[in-house]
């Protein structure tokens, strides 16, 4: 009995239709028209669409005309060069959004013309997500490094430089010079907190994971804040529920998330504006929100938000919000951030009530 070929037309199709990747057909109609002949069905369930659908479609009809327009570009690239093409390009669709697709493409040359293309798309945007994470996160251990050396280097100095002061402070009896010796000192207080900082970057301190309800932190970290924010008549309001779970967590390095993002809306928040901070649980989650009435973030400024240095403001050092993600790290937890201009900033810190 002859043996039955490993690769007939239903293992084909099977193979064919299973693969995880975009895997597709392009009719060569001349080197304006390009048609879809098949599309696998592994990937189909991105496009709301079925196979039938597609099948006999023009390209600009499937991608939209601007990214039908990109596509032909690459597709007649590929006939002209008469050779394959693998290439990494980004498209956009109703429900995935953004999608960054490694290509490649190959020319079926059949006589004198090309009748058709082959392509796979491989969908990298987590991996590029990732990579990006990773140099981030590089980032941050150099900055740490960075700290850590600037830290030891100043500490020395800056501590005797105070001594001095106080020295001075202690002699003097010039009223002028004692407004000069406050100033000094304000500004000594001021190198010494973004010392600190940066230490916070390069190791969190003593790190004492224990049971804590959230709210008495909240509460902490308001009785902390509320001269500064009184002093410009910004009223800081709390929503929480009756019941809350305590939350395993580093308190003290909470309170310096809590801190850096609060202070951040007093200081985007007009005169006499009010922020609200609200509390929930979902499920395994609780969620502290701080809400704004500020002057909100740009699209594009919100990817930067986190990025160390990165800052808008005169004395800013850019810092606060990328000390907040590296412990927001430690605890498992996401920093969400919802905002647009005119209307505020929402920050969302979401922890995991019991990780170990
Ligand atoms: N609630 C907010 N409303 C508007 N912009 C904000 C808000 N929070 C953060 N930002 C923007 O993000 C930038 C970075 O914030 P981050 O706290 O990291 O640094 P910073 O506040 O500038 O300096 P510092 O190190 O003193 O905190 C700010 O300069 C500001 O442009
Ligand atoms: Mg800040």
Redesign the pocket.
Known sequence: MEKKSALDINNLKLIFHHISDLVFLIRVVDLQHYEIEAINEGYLGNYQTTKEDISGKRIEEFLGVDQGIKAIRRFQEAIIRRETLQFEEAYTFPEQGYRMFDITLVPIIEGNTVANLIGTAKDITEKRINEEQLVQSEKLSVVGQLAAGIAHELKNPLTSLKGFLKLIDFENKNPDIERYIKVMDTEFTRIEQIIE?FLVLAKPNKINFCHHRIDDIIEEVIELLNAQANMESIVLTTEYPDTLPQVYCESNQLKQVFI?II???I??SDDGGNITISINTSGEHIQVSIR?H????SKE?INK??SPF????K????????ICKRIIEKHKGQLVID?SIGHG?E?TVILPINFT
């Open positions: 900082e850096n202070k951040n809306a200081e985007a704004d500020g002057e909100g973030i400024d938000l986190g990165y800052t808008t403001k004395h800013g050092t850019g810092l606060g919000l990328a905002s900033t920050i």
